[in-house]
């Protein structure tokens, strides 16, 4: 099993910048892809940004493409969600996400991820 925690949201101005971090532990090494996902109330869950632990690469939303950048620390089993720019419509719970597939047919797929945190509350007032 693979344990995630996310945390860093908060209450931001638009404009304004937030870093989340999602922390894995237990057999992180079955997983190959991270990704962040948002819910916003009353909307379904949808991709964000997802990042690979070998190589880096990365894949965004054209929602948050040039406004977030996601990273990770492999040593400590931690990836980022740096969001700069904020709106209101980026108000959302955050859920961090771990995919077992290493080449995820789809990396904004839902289905692809078998891990997720319990999420972390951003809210961006206008």
């Known amino acids: 099993q693979v344990q995630l925690v996310e945390s860093g949201g908060g209450l931001v101005q638009a404009g304004g910048s937030l870093r989340l971090s999602c922390a894995a532990s237990?057999?992180?090494?079955?997983?190959?892809?991270m990704g962040w996902f948002r819910q916003a109330p009353g909307k379904e869950r949808e991709f964000v940004a997802a990042?690979?632990?070998?190589?880096?690469?990365?894949y965004y939303a054209d929602s948050v493409k040039g406004r977030s950048t996601i990273s990770r620390d492999n040593a400590k089993n931690t990836v980022y969600l740096q969001m700069s720019s904020l709106k209101p419509e980026d108000t959302a719970v955050y859920y961090c996400?771990?995919?077992?597939?290493?080449?995820?047919?789809?990396?904004?797929?839902?289905?692809?991820?078998?891990?997720w945190g319990q999420g972390t509350q951003v809210t961006v007032s206008s």
């Open positions: 996400a771990a995919s077992r597939y290493s080449s995820p047919p789809l990396y904004s797929g839902r289905d692809y991820y078998t891990y």
């Open positions: 237990g057999r992180t090494f079955i997983t190959y892809v």
């Open positions: 990042i690979r632990w070998s190589g880096g690469s990365t």
